[in-house]
Nanobody
Framework: EVQLVESGGGLVKPGGSLRLSCAASGSTYSAYSMAWFRQAPGKEREGVAGSHRTGGTRIDDSVKDRFTVSIDRAKNTLYLQMNSLKPDDTAMYYC?????????????????WGQGTQVTVSS
């Protein structure tokens, strides 16, 4: 079992940048696939990016030109660099983990979740 804690959210103007972090503790981090999700009010939770347990990463087409996902396994931390932020990026951003070998972009795929960090993009 792992515990996940997100940080780095905040209020930014359109065009600004934020770097989110997800710190994992408990079980060995390298044994998990991890992902970033986001959920806006009244909307379903949607996948943003992931890091596969077997190696490699993925990013959703909707943000691939602006966001970058990376992982530092030595620090047990997953990152999401968000650039050129738009008002539509406003959401609660969650970190998720699973012991499955791949990071899929479906919320039901994951077993562990952080509490989320709020990102608000507004003029």
């Amino acid at each position: 079992e792992v515990q996940l804690v997100e940080s780095g959210g905040g209020l930014v103007k359109p065009g600004g940048s934020l770097r989110l972090s997800c710190a994992a503790s408990g079980s060995t981090y390298s044994a998990y696939s991890m992902a970033w999700f986001r959920q806006a009010p009244g909307k379903e939770r949607e996948g943003v990016a992931g890091s596969h347990r077997t190696g490699g990463t993925r990013i959703d087409d909707s943000v691939k030109d602006r966001f970058t996902v990376s992982i530092d396994r030595a620090k047990n931390t997953l990152y999401l660099q968000m650039n050129s932020l738009k008002p539509d990026d406003t959401a609660m951003y969650y970190c998720a983990a699973t012991d499955k070998f791949a990071a899929e972009m479906s919320a039901s795929w994951y077993d562990y979740w952080g509490q989320g960090t709020q990102v608000t993009v507004s003029s």
